[in-house]
């Protein structure tokens, strides 16, 4: 069975509502998908519903912001219960700091001499369809950013002193989806824009409790996933793997690439 547990929905920066999400699982061939979008599980309950009728097997699930020694890890809740108190005031949480730093990344702007007006953004409401968030987007529509990739090379940047919010550490976001009867897996760990790069993250996060790793994943290389998988094997860990995709918000991936199948992941009593 093809499987693909990384997937971002309008719920949080991808373009696809829960039946599109759906009808792209099947398109794609998919025997198992799970929606993480960042911070939120606000599309879960209605893609479950649409997968299940559509015989997909589905797994609950987000992609949930952590902070350690300045990096921004990612960790994604496979399993979770989408109701938990705990895990929804974690991610209320972090949700405000995101939109606050939205907020924040326009006033820094303006003050940098940018022609923007700080109450027309809080007046400001888009298509949550077209992917990406409310700074970027406006900062599109004013003409004044590209892509995604522009919004991150140019303007959030160091050099207009931007960069993520601190959020909560790792153990209380690992906590909060246990508590919430999920296990925790560090996404794309080979990442080096959400960490210091795949040798370095695996010594960072040696003693965290980390249920496993994302090993197969869009941005990793063959080198990448070998490793990550080594090391899962060598400690006993759990193993998941996803496309990342985001619809058409990030065109350089595609539902179902990596090529996965549930028997290259370990996820005992979710697949």
């Known amino acids: 069975m093809q499987v693909d547990l990384h997937i971002h929905s309008t719920a949080s920066d991808g373009t696809w509502?829960?039946?599109?999400?759906?009808?792209?699982?099947?398109?794609?061939?998919?025997?198992?998908?799970?929606?993480?979008?960042?911070?939120?599980?606000?599309?879960?309950?209605?893609?479950?519903?649409?997968?299940?009728?559509?015989?997909?097997?589905?797994?609950?699930?987000?992609?949930?912001?952590?902070?350690?020694?300045?990096?921004?890890?990612?960790?994604?809740?496979?399993?979770?219960?989408v109701t938990n108190k705990r895990l929804m005031d974690l991610l209320e949480h972090n949700e405000r700091l995101l939109n606050s730093k939205d907020d924040e990344s326009i006033k820094m702007l303006i003050e940098r001499g940018w022609p923007l007006d700080f109450e027309e953004f809080l007046r400001y409401d888009y298509d949550r369809r077209r992917g990406g968030w409310k700074a970027l987007a406006f900062l599109q529509d004013k003409g004044l950013c590209g892509d995604v990739n522009d919004f991150f090379s140019r303007i959030f940047t160091k050099e207009h002193d931007l960069g993520f919010p601190v959020f909560p550490s790792i153990k209380e976001v690992v906590d909060a989806i246990h508590a919430a009867g999920g296990v925790a897996l560090c996404a794309h760990a080979a990442s080096s824009f959400h960490g210091p790069g795949l040798a370095a993250t695996l010594l960072e996060l040696a003693k965290e409790d980390f249920d496993g790793f994302e090993c197969y994943h869009s941005g990793h290389s063959r080198e990448d996933t070998a490793a990550l998988l080594?090391?899962?094997?060598?400690?006993?860990?759990?193993?998941?793997?996803?496309?990342?995709?985001?619809?058409?918000?990030?065109?350089?991936?595609?539902?179902?690439?990596?090529?996965?199948?549930?028997?290259?992941?370990?996820?005992?009593?979710?697949?």
């Open 17 to 81: 509502t829960p039946p599109e999400v759906v009808a792209a699982a099947l398109a794609a061939g998919l025997g198992a998908i799970a929606v993480t979008d960042h911070d939120s599980v606000a599309n879960v309950a209605a893609t479950h519903e649409l997968a299940v009728a559509a015989g997909l097997k589905f797994i609950p699930g987000a992609e949930i912001c952590s902070t350690k020694d300045d990096f921004c890890f990612h960790i994604l809740g496979y399993g979770i219960d």
């Open 230 to 271: 080594t090391y899962c094997r060598q400690h006993q860990l759990l193993v998941s793997g996803g496309s990342d995709c985001h619809g058409s918000f990030v065109p350089s991936r595609a539902l179902g690439r990596p090529v996965i199948d549930s028997s290259d992941l370990n996820l005992p009593g979710l697949l």
